[in-house]
């Protein structure tokens, strides 16, 4: 099975390099979309560095080591199952040890994305997520929502950033902007109406941005 080879290659990918692997890995494969979910991921010297109170640092060694890793994974992801990787993106929850590896492929898989739940209100949910990114920032765009599976939800949202951000992005600060827009955005999803709209509770929210194109992603774990 494909998701479990990929799994399989992400783990000791990691192990590799961090020095200690993920407890769990979870793939899901889906339209244009991979979705590497990792549980009980931490290094010895990550939790070392989080007792002193230094999450930023273990954010940006993670994030230089995942850039030197994304050429890595890309080939082998095409090896594994003739993917062709447009982009890779990365969360991290390190408070609880978990994370997400987020791709995008060039082309759709054999796998469609699921279709709505009868009983969720999709018109309401598209309505929330506006809301929430306009408190943020500014209503989209556009913005299209797919249930990869039953407990994954991919929000795309495009044209997003203000004249500001987009100066900011322009200076070169853009790990800065990152870290302040994933603490805002996620505060404000777990305060919107979304779980009630869904009818379930979101376990783990993942953000990303594509700077260049003006394009963000929202990755919602429902319960399961």
């Known amino acids: 099975m494909i998701q479990k080879e990929i799994g399989s290659y992400i783990s000791t990918l990691l192990r590799n390099y961090f020095g200690k ?3 769990s890995v979870y793939v899901t494969v ?6 590497i979910h990792l549980r009980g991921f931490l290094s010895q ?5 989080l007792k002193q109170q230094e999450i930023k640092r273990v954010l940006e060694i993670r994030n230089l080591l995942m850039k030197d ?11 594994i199952g003739q993917f062709s990787v447009s982009e890779i993106y990365t969360d991290w929850n390190v408070d609880d040890q978990t ?3 987020f791709v995008i492929l060039k082309e759709k898989t054999k796998q469609p994305a699921l279709p709505w739940p009868a009983k969720v209100d999709e018109s309401a949910v598209y309505r929330e997520v506006m809301v929430s990114s306009e408190i943020a920032q500014k209503v989209p765009d556009s913005i299209n929502i797919s249930w990869l599976n039953n407990r994954t939800i991919l929000i795309k949202r495009s044209g997003i950033f203000m004249k500001i951000e987009t100066e900011l992005i322009e200076d070169g600060y853009i790990e800065q902007l990152k870290q302040a827009k994933r603490r805002l955005e996620k505060k404000l999803l777990k305060q919107s109406a979304l779980e009630e709209l869904l009818r379930r509770e979101i376990e783990e929210i993942y953000l990303d941005w594509n700077f ?7 990755i919602l774990l429902m319960e399961s």
């Open 21 to 23: 692997g993920p407890l």
């Open 212 to 218: 260049k194109e003006d394009e963000g992603y929202i």
């Open 99 to 101: 994370g997400l590896i």
């Open 45 to 49: 010297t990550e939790k070392i560095l």
């Open 69 to 79: 890793l994304k050429p890595e994974i890309k080939l082998h992801l095409y090896k």
């Open 30 to 35: 889906a339209d244009r979309y991979i979705t």
